[in-house]
């Protein structure tokens, strides 16, 4: 008798590589991006990631505390760079405290994780980032969505939960449609329930507001009832993430949020490079201006709405005209996101095209021209 067990995840994984490919959305290993191609797929808004002084910055802190935290905040994991970072946090965004985490992704995780759980409720926009959905499921609570961007909807949902302690989470800007959240018609309607709102600012700093985040534009920094989490890899050109509260927030995530507590410190480069990058953004409002101007630019060659942040989508009639339409692009040298299926909440495949500070106006201008008329060719050709 054969004693070696017959192996079923060879089959189970052959079948869904096939079914991917079926329905175009099988993804490949990341490209490897080059200094020669015009980058407009990238998070780096700003172009903070490569600006000397966010690098120079970087280099000093792992020359001065080594390449990683080497353990837990809670341990010995905190480093000066790190309240250095949250100190340029609150002073960007005007509010009262800041907690500094590995990733954004960790920032959601735990917030969410820390605030729900058994007697509460979650309420996710339809369109929020999927460290939003996982956060919510992990957290063990009961969660739903509501219609994107819909306050009247939140505000019939919230009407029914009366006496449950109830999280409603929300993106300022939404990285898929590149729409802006009503947040004071939100905020308003939260309060009026006794529910909390929780804001991702992951797409807003650093471009919406002056810089300093669409909260912050709508006069509702440090207000009560609302806490805020960002990311510190798209306009920061770094990485990490944070969570902007009041004092009494911050100390309930140190003790309750396991994605702090049980995660190793973030890496002291990228605390410090963060923390010039909050500095610069702060100190210079013309480089969220220089961002809308170049967003404005694609969206006019490109035929589509404009987008509040830096983020454009360009429609595409299928996943697979999608893919070859970035491919093709790829090949003259320009280089942009592709949006598809699971990943976009309304099941539409879009090309994502990044509006960035660093580039010179003609070249965006150049390159979204160019991406146009490569939509159009591949999408007539494909007889949508």
Same mark, same amino acid.
């Given at each position: 008798?054969?004693?070696?067990?017959?192996?079923?995840?060879?089959?189970?994984? !052959?079948?869904?590589?096939?079914?991917?490919?079926?329905?175009?959305?099988?993804?490949?290993?990341?490209?490897?991006?080059?200094?020669?191609?015009?980058?407009?797929?990238?998070?780096?808004?700003?172009? +903070?990631?490569?600006?000397?002084?966010?690098?120079?910055?970087?280099?000093?802190?792992?020359?001065?505390?080594?390449?990683?935290? *080497? *353990?837990?905040?809670?341990?010995?994991?905190?480093?000066?760079?790190?309240?250095?970072?949250?100190?340029?946090?609150?002073?960007?965004?005007?509010?009262?405290?800041?907690?500094?985490?590995?990733?954004?992704?960790?920032?959601?995780?735990?917030?969410?994780?820390?605030?729900?759980?058994?007697?509460?409720?979650?309420?996710?926009?339809?369109?929020?980032?999927?460290?939003?959905?996982? *956060?919510?499921?992990?957290?063990?609570?009961?969660?739903?969505?509501?219609?994107?961007?819909?306050?009247?909807?939140?505000?019939?949902?919230?009407?029914?939960?009366?006496? @449950?302690?109830?999280?409603? &989470? @929300?993106?300022?800007?939404?990285?898929?449609?590149?729409?802006?959240?009503?947040?004071?018609?939100?905020?308003? @309607?939260?309060?009026? =329930?006794?529910? +909390?709102?929780?804001?991702?600012?992951?797409?807003?700093?650093?471009?919406?507001?002056?810089?300093?985040?669409?909260? =912050?534009?709508?006069?509702?920094?440090?207000?009560?009832?609302?806490?805020?989490?960002?990311?510190?890899?798209?306009?920061?050109?770094?990485?990490?993430?944070?969570?902007?509260?009041?004092?009494?927030?911050?100390?309930?995530?140190?003790?309750?949020?396991?994605?702090?507590?049980?995660?190793?410190?973030?890496?002291?480069?990228?605390?410090?490079?963060?923390?010039? &990058?909050?500095?610069?953004?702060?100190?210079?409002?013309?480089? &969220?201006?220089? @961002?809308?101007?170049?967003?404005?630019?694609?969206?006019?060659?490109?035929?589509?709405?404009?987008? !509040?942040?830096?983020?454009?989508?360009?429609?595409?009639?299928?996943?697979?005209?999608?893919?070859?339409?970035?491919?093709?692009?790829?090949?003259?040298?320009?280089?942009?996101?592709?949006?598809?299926?699971?990943?976009?909440?309304?099941?539409?495949?879009?090309?994502?095209?990044?509006?960035?500070?660093?580039?010179?106006?003609?070249?965006?201008?150049?390159?979204?021209?160019?991406?146009?008329?490569?939509?159009?060719?591949?999408?007539?050709?494909?007889?949508?």
């Amino acid at each position: 008798m054969n004693s070696t067990p017959r192996n079923h995840w060879d089959a189970w994984l !052959a079948e869904r590589a096939l079914l991917r490919a079926e329905r175009g959305l099988q993804r490949t290993d990341p490209i490897v991006r080059t200094d020669t191609a015009i980058d407009l797929a990238s998070n780096d808004y700003l172009g +903070l990631s490569r600006d000397p002084r966010v690098i120079a910055a970087a280099v000093a802190a792992t020359e001065r505390f080594g390449a990683g935290a *080497a *353990a837990s905040r809670l341990v010995t994991g905190t480093l000066p760079v790190h309240h250095d970072l949250e100190h340029a946090l609150c002073d960007l965004t005007e509010w009262p405290a800041a907690l500094a985490f590995s990733t954004g992704y960790a920032a959601n995780l735990g917030v969410v994780s820390a605030l729900a759980g058994r007697g509460s409720h979650i309420l996710l926009d339809a369109h929020v980032h999927a460290s939003l959905h996982d *956060a919510a499921r992990m957290s063990r609570a009961p969660y739903e969505t509501f219609a994107h961007n819909d306050v009247t909807a939140l505000d019939a949902r919230l009407r029914t939960l009366g006496g @449950v302690r109830v999280l409603v &989470a @929300v993106e300022s800007i939404y990285s898929v449609l590149g729409d802006a959240a009503h947040i004071d018609e939100l905020y308003a @309607v939260c309060r009026a =329930h006794g529910a +909390l709102l929780l804001v991702d600012e992951a797409h807003g700093i650093g471009v919406a507001g002056h810089g300093r985040g669409l909260v =912050h534009s709508g006069g509702l920094a440090g207000a009560p009832d609302l806490v805020v989490t960002a990311t510190l890899s798209k306009s920061l050109g770094a990485q990490g993430g944070a969570v902007l509260s009041g004092l009494s927030m911050r100390d309930h995530l140190v003790n309750a949020a396991r994605s702090f507590i049980f995660d190793t410190g973030l890496a002291p480069g990228a605390a410090a490079a963060a923390t010039v &990058a909050a500095r610069l953004v702060g100190a210079d409002p013309g480089l &969220a201006r220089a @961002v809308h101007r170049r967003a404005a630019a694609i969206s006019e060659r490109c035929d589509i709405q404009r987008a !509040a942040g830096a983020v454009q989508s360009l429609p595409m009639p299928d996943p697979l005209t999608a893919v070859t339409t970035r491919d093709a692009l790829r090949a003259e040298g320009i280089l942009v996101g592709c949006f598809r299926p699971p990943s976009v909440p309304d099941g539409v495949s879009r090309l994502r095209i990044t509006a960035r500070a660093d580039l010179a106006l003609p070249v965006v201008e150049s390159a979204a021209a160019r991406i146009a008329a490569a939509a159009g060719k591949l999408a007539a050709v494909s007889g949508r």
